[in-house]
């Protein structure tokens, strides 16, 4: 089923108040004009967007500073998820014609990836889970991780002192693991696993806009924006009746992992767009 009456607006909070831009205006019932491009992926490095928001007040302008989070929501007919959640980088206020536009980048986690550090010793028998957790939870954010799972312990002793992401991406390679920050949580699994066993159907039917493209890094599709689409989550694409030959449609069709996805839109016109690379999904 297509969706229709594409929406969106954001949250952003100081350290002294919230500014809760979802209100419709009275006057025009609509909200803030406010444009977006966010790009989400499944490797550690964090996720980052950019928006425009128009005619804002001076003082929220002048009181939306660098180090304040963002939350921007997205969806269609009056129903609204997360796209992306994070902490602002630049700001950046300027009037070119008549409307004030407020430019704003943010990184997912980015505060704490870039400035927590780590150090510790871990004696030979260490369990893995231990370590892991520690390095984890360092970031000072939600985490959710595999780490009760595994039962191995680390091959060695070891000793850490520097950036919990550096120490966390040499431990979790050598581990066959991998992680990633996610709307302000900590992600841990293994390499490749999905987020959960549920599949996205991806067709005509649910804003397939195109015949998806195959390329040397997997599958790319185009379709409406869709919040549930996320990094690791597994989509099924049934791409049948777009008019291209049974081969090239058997080579795309079936399940996929996403590996990252950008979403895009506007809500005074713009097309309102997910832009996804994913690669074959093998159970197990």
Same mark, same amino acid.
């Given at each position: 089923?297509?969706?229709?009456?594409?929406? @969106?607006?954001?949250?952003?909070?100081? =350290?002294?108040?919230?500014?809760? *831009?979802?209100?419709?205006?009275?006057?025009?019932? $609509?909200?803030?004009?406010?444009?977006?491009?966010?790009? %989400?992926?499944?490797?550690?490095?964090?996720?980052?967007?950019? @928006?425009?928001?128009?005619? *804002?007040?001076?003082?929220?302008?002048?009181?939306?500073?660098?180090?304040?989070?963002?939350? #921007?929501?997205?969806? !269609?007919?009056?129903? !609204?998820? *997360?796209?992306?959640?994070?902490?602002? =980088?630049?700001?950046?206020?300027?009037?070119?014609?008549?409307?004030? %536009?407020?430019?704003?980048?943010?990184?997912?986690?980015?505060?704490?990836?870039?400035?927590?550090?780590?150090?510790?010793?871990?004696?030979?028998?260490?369990?893995?889970?231990?370590?892991?957790?520690?390095?984890?939870?360092?970031?000072? #954010? %939600?985490?959710?991780?595999?780490?009760?799972?595994?039962?191995?312990?680390? +091959?060695?002793?070891?000793?850490?002192?520097?950036?919990?992401?550096?120490?966390? +991406?040499?431990?979790?390679?050598?581990?066959?693991?991998?992680?990633?920050?996610?709307?302000?949580?900590?992600?841990?699994? $293994?390499?490749?696993?999905?987020?959960?066993?549920?599949?996205?159907?991806?067709?005509?039917?649910?804003? *397939?806009?195109?015949?998806?493209?195959?390329?040397?890094?997997?599958?790319?599709?185009? @379709?409406?924006?869709?919040?549930?689409?996320?990094?690791?989550?597994?989509? +099924?694409?049934?791409?049948?009746?777009?008019?291209?030959?049974?081969?090239?449609?058997?080579?795309?069709?079936?399940?996929?992992?996403? =590996?990252?996805? $950008?979403?895009?839109?506007?809500?005074?016109?713009? %097309?309102?767009?997910?832009?996804?690379? @994913?690669?074959?999904? +093998?159970?197990?």
């Amino acid at each position: 089923m297509r969706l229709f009456k594409p929406d @969106c607006y954001a949250i952003i909070t100081t =350290e002294s108040v919230r500014f809760d *831009l979802s209100p419709v205006s009275e006057k025009t019932d $609509r909200r803030l004009d406010l444009s977006f491009n966010v790009f %989400a992926t499944s490797g550690s490095e964090p996720n980052d967007g950019e @928006c425009v928001i128009y005619n *804002l007040t001076e003082t929220t302008r002048n009181r939306i500073t660098e180090g304040s989070k963002i939350e #921007l929501y997205a969806g !269609y007919d009056g129903s !609204y998820k *997360l796209i992306s959640i994070g902490d602002i =980088e630049t700001v950046n206020n300027r009037k070119p014609l008549t409307d004030w %536009a407020t430019t704003i980048t943010w990184g997912d986690g980015v505060r704490a990836y870039v400035e927590v550090n780590f150090s510790k010793s871990y004696k030979e028998g260490v369990k893995l889970r231990g370590v892991l957790d520690d390095l984890t939870s360092s970031f000072g #954010l %939600a985490v959710d991780t595999i780490s009760h799972e595994l039962t191995g312990l680390l +091959n060695g002793g070891l000793s850490v002192n520097g950036k919990t992401k550096d120490i966390l +991406n040499k431990v979790t390679k050598d581990y066959g693991l991998e992680w990633s920050i996610q709307d302000d949580e900590v992600r841990l699994r $293994r390499q490749g696993d999905p987020i959960d066993d549920e599949a996205i159907v991806i067709s005509q039917e649910t804003g *397939l806009l195109e015949f998806p493209q195959i390329t040397d890094k997997g599958v790319d599709f185009v @379709c409406q924006l869709n919040p549930d689409i996320r990094p690791r989550k597994i989509v +099924n694409i049934k791409s049948t009746g777009l008019g291209v030959d049974s081969v090239l449609e058997d080579k795309v069709n079936g399940f996929q992992i996403v =590996e990252n996805i $950008r979403f895009s839109g506007d809500n005074f016109g713009g %097309a309102f767009q997910s832009k996804v690379r @994913c690669k074959q999904y +093998n159970e197990g």
